[in-house]
Nanobody
Framework: QVRPVESGGGSVQAGGSLRLSCAAS????????MGWYCQAPGKQRALVAR??????DYADSVKGRFTISRDNAKNTVYLQMTSLKTEDTAVYYC?????????????WGQGTQVTVSS
């Protein structure tokens, strides 16, 4: 069973930085993509950033402020968040997409809270 586990969330003032990490255990097939999604109260879960191979994709709202990176040897994905804004406050979820050679499966972490205060 693939199990992504996030860490690194917390509370920070606007303009500050946080680094999220997500380590995926139980991987027996190849990982296709890894990414971060966020969900604020009353809103749907939305893409923050994703990395597939060496290709990265970011939500417009975080471009230039957040950086996603991946350590393939450790099955770990990171999200460096800088210049944080109050609107970045949300629960951040790690997503791991596993490719079996036949089908693709998505696995989600339990989420980590990020709170940005003014």
């Amino acid at each position: 069973q693939v199990r992504p586990v996030e860490s690194g969330g917390g509370s920070v003032q606007a303009g500050g930085s946080l680094r999220l990490s997500c380590a995926a255990s139980g991987i027996i097939f190849s990982i296709n993509g890894m990414g971060w999604y966020c969900q604020a109260p009353g809103k749907q879960r939305a893409l923050v950033a994703r990395i597939t191979g060496g290709i990265t994709d970011y939500a417009d709202s975080v471009k230039g402020r957040f950086t996603i990176s991946r350590d393939n040897a450790k099955n770990t994905v990171y999200l460096q968040m800088t210049s944080l804004k109050t609107e970045d406050t949300a629960v951040y979820y790690c997503n791991v997409q596993v490719w079996t050679g036949v089908m693709s499966y998505d696995y989600w972490g339990q989420g980590t809270q990020v709170t940005v205060s003014s």
